[in-house]
């Protein structure tokens, strides 16, 4: 009977302590856990995330070396055209009211959540404080909506300067309609970033007597405004893992976020970034670098379907871009016809969007779609690369001594890689350029 007794004791005894054990080590891997998830601040990176899809800042820097691929020393550059996206502009109207009554609630709910004896936050102390006196900027308002930020106009007049610099030769005429061709649409925030561009190239000589002429919408893009892939991606195990890890990060133990919710935090961040680009967001810190990616591809997807290849309607507006730059490169490829020697095309980016579509550029070989987040990781539609705040596609006709001609397709700075017979790091040859462009012109009303 001792013997059992004993027996029974002993086996209890090893039970007891392996389920001990198994709590020591939960309880260790817990705070393990609880340390990692607290030993990064955002506030302290060095090399914070900086690319927010359309909303990301032109970086400037990064190409300020840049040197672009140049034709022979007997070719010169006859004509420019250029289709430019206007600055980093304030919130648009629909996003007000939600800046101004949900975010700050929010703001409440994480300080509420983070000073709870129970709770131990996923932010380090410092991305806290950040957070919790973190006020919305007063420029929020529905009269500032889609207006030029000052870091805008400051972005447009440093693209003006780096203009004058690479496109020197074609800014030197006197400033009259004969000379430069304006083409805007009449947003506010498209027509300041256009009018300080125009009076920095041109040395505040001029530029408001310049002929405009003004561009509209067109409707035919309203033909797609749902964006089903882009919302079957806010449904993928991916993202649905991401909200849970973000509401658990926040303190969001008994209720769960939802994806308007951190899409909010997530427009703050990058809006805080673009406003105020040498500050960073206390919103940022509540993404990790891999969050960013995903929202990243979110908004890719969103425009792909909206201006892009997903959309059937993008080549019909594409195409219009087309057939201006066409005419007019026409003109001094088959006489002596050298004016204007600039049109200079202000829009927004739906318009640089649908002009890939039409030139065929930024394509991938497979579609874009809400369950293929993985495979399209190197992907060309990259929105934070392709149309940043400030980006622009500029296309040049060289006239060469040897009577060649030639057309160089830039965008931000960097050669766009085109598809077209000939064609090496943009450059490609005029007939080239015209045979594949011109049946473009056939479907063009």
């Known amino acids: 009977m001792m013997n059992v007794l004993f027996k029974i004791g002993f086996v209890l005894s090893v039970v007891i302590l392996l389920i001990t054990g198994y709590v020591i080590v939960i309880y260790r891997s817990d705070q393990v856990k609880d340390s990692q998830s607290v030993s990064y601040c955002y506030a302290q990176?060095?090399?914070?995330?900086?690319?927010?899809?359309?909303?990301?800042?032109?970086?400037?820097?990064?190409?300020?070396?840049?040197?672009?691929?140049?034709?022979?020393?007997?070719c010169k550059p006859v004509?420019?055209?250029?289709?430019?996206?206007?600055?980093?502009?304030?919130?648009?109207?629909?996003?007000?009211?939600?800046?101004?009554?949900?975010?700050?609630?929010?703001?409440?709910?994480?300080?509420?959540?983070?000073e709870k004896k129970t709770y131990k936050s996923g932010l380090c102390e410092q991305d806290f404080n950040n957070i919790r006196n973190w006020k919305?900027?007063?420029?929020?308002?529905?009269?500032?909506?889609?207006?030029?930020?000052?870091?805008?106009?400051?972005?447009?007049?440093?693209?003006?300067?780096?203009?004058?610099?690479?496109?020197?030769?074609?800014?030197?005429?006197?400033?009259?309609?004969?000379?430069?061709?304006?083409?805007?649409?009449?947003?506010i925030g498209v027509t300041k970033s256009r009018n300080i561009f125009l009076d920095r190239i041109f040395n505040y000589t001029c530029s408001k007597n310049l002929k405009e002429i003004s561009l509209v919408y067109d409707e035919r893009f309203s033909s797609s405004m749902d964006f089903p892939e882009a919302d079957r991606f806010t449904e993928t195990l991916l993202v649905?893992?991401?909200?849970?890890?973000?509401?658990?990060?926040?303190?969001?133990?008994?209720?769960?976020?939802?994806?308007?919710?951190?899409?909010?935090?997530?427009?703050?961040?990058r809006y805080d970034n673009a406003w105020q680009s040498n500050k960073l967001s206390p919103w940022c810190a509540v993404f990790t670098a891999e969050q960013n990616r995903l929202f990243e591809y979110h908004e890719d997807l969103s425009c792909y379907y909206e201006y892009g290849y997903g959309n059937q309607n993008s080549k019909y507006v594409g195409c219009r871009m087309i057939k201006?730059?066409?005419?007019?490169?026409?003109?001094?490829?088959?006489?002596?016809?050298?004016?204007?020697?600039?049109?200079?095309?202000?829009?927004h980016r739906g318009a640089m969007e649908a002009l890939f579509v039409i030139l065929n550029a930024k394509k991938d070989p497979y579609v874009l779609r809400g369950d293929n987040f993985e495979y399209a990781t190197n992907r060309k539609w990259k929105t934070s690369d392709n149309i940043p705040f400030s980006a622009h596609v500029t296309v040049t006709f060289y006239s060469c001594d040897d009577n060649g001609k030639y057309v160089q397709f830039i965008l931000n700075e960097e050669p766009l890689e085109l598809d077209f017979p000939g064609c090496v790091q943009g450059i490609c040859p005029w007939q080239s350029v015209l045979l594949e462009l011109r049946p473009a012109l056939l479907f063009c009303k």
Not at 334 to 343: G, Q, T, V
Request: charged letters at 25%; proline letters at 5%.
């Open 79 to 114: 004509k420019l055209w250029t289709v430019i996206r206007h600055g980093i502009r304030l919130q648009q109207t629909d996003e007000v009211q939600s800046l101004q009554n949900d975010l700050p609630k929010m703001q409440q709910e994480i300080v509420e959540n983070y």
């Open 45 to 74: 990176d060095p090399s914070p995330p900086k690319r927010f899809s359309t909303k990301t800042v032109y970086d400037f820097d990064k190409h300020r070396n840049t040197r672009k691929p140049t034709l022979p020393t007997n």
């Open 136 to 187: 919305l900027d007063s420029l929020v308002s529905v009269d500032n909506s889609f207006r030029l930020s000052d870091s805008g106009a400051q972005q447009m007049a440093e693209l003006a300067d780096r203009f004058r610099r690479d496109y020197s030769s074609l800014f030197d005429f006197p400033c009259s309609d004969k000379n430069y061709l304006v083409h805007s649409f009449l947003n």
């Open 240 to 269: 649905q893992e991401m909200l849970l890890n973000i509401g658990e990060k926040l303190g969001y133990n008994a209720t769960r976020l939802n994806w308007t919710s951190v899409k909010l935090m997530y427009d703050m961040c």
């Open 324 to 347: 201006s730059m066409i005419y007019y490169f026409m003109d001094i490829a088959s006489s002596e016809l050298n004016e204007p020697k600039a049109i200079l095309i202000f829009t």
